[in-house]
């Protein structure tokens, strides 16, 4: 797990008009929640908040406040579409020595034949991690892959200690080379044989 450690201050103005003071402070709201506690409404630092959002899917958070520190996975972000500016965190709480249920972003490595095209049929994969290593991403190989090739959930090779309950049937990726490209080689194939097969023109006197 990265060094992300915050350190937070609750949270005691609500609405939408405390929420944009607070971003104006250079604060994000969040709330922080599970194992059987009562919601705590925080404040984090709006910059270092970012910095760790941007690059994890499923970050895991080492929150500091009130004198004593919860570990925290991210599970829910609100962007403003418009400026791309973070308005707000869900946060559960979590342990060290506990697995989580995450969508974990598929990522494809390598290329197929030469002419076909791979569909990511699954954007994410549900997987099931040690908290505090959660994978960025789930590659799969699809180097050399055939048209009609079909990856599917049983076909990933998945990190070791994560495991997936999804069905092992489902297709993560599928390999075809496109109807145009196909109908362009039957074509130039076609017009090969009819010049091969077409008679010799007669030779003039």
């Known amino acids: 797990m990265a060094d992300n450690t915050l350190n937070a201050t609750y949270r005691t103005e609500f609405g939408k008009g405390a929420a944009r003071r607070a971003r104006r402070e250079g604060l994000i709201p969040a709330v922080l929640y599970g194992h059987g506690t009562d919601p705590v409404h925080l404040n984090l630092p709006s910059h270092d908040t970012f910095m760790i959002v941007r690059h994890s899917r499923n970050a895991v958070i080492e929150l500091s406040f009130d004198g004593k520190s ?5 599970k829910d972000v609100q962007i403003n579409p418009i400026i791309r500016e973070l308005e707000h965190l869900d946060l559960v709480i979590v342990r060290r020595d506990e697995k989580v249920t995450v969508d974990v972003p598929v990522h494809l490595a390598g290329e197929p034949v030469s002419g ?3 569909a990511l049929e699954a954007q994410t994969l549900t997987v099931i991690a ?3 290593s959660i ?5 799969v190989s699809i ?3 055939e048209d009609g090739a079909v990856v599917t959930v049983g076909d990933v090779v998945l990190p070791e200690g994560i495991t997936t309950e999804v069905d092992a049937e489902l297709p993560v990726v599928v390999v075809a080379i496109p109807r145009a490209v196909e109908s362009a080689d039957d074509a130039a194939e076609g017009e090969g044989e009819a010049a091969a097969e077409a008679p010799a023109a007669a030779d003039e006197d």
């Not at 919860?70 to 991210?74: F, P, S």
């Not at 994978?135 to 590659?139: K, W, Y």
């Open 130 to 132: 040690p908290a505090i």
């Open 70 to 74: 919860e570990l925290a996975l991210v």
């Open 135 to 139: 994978p960025e991403s789930i590659v």
């Open 143 to 145: 180097e050399g892959l």
């Open 116 to 118: 076909a095209v791979a």
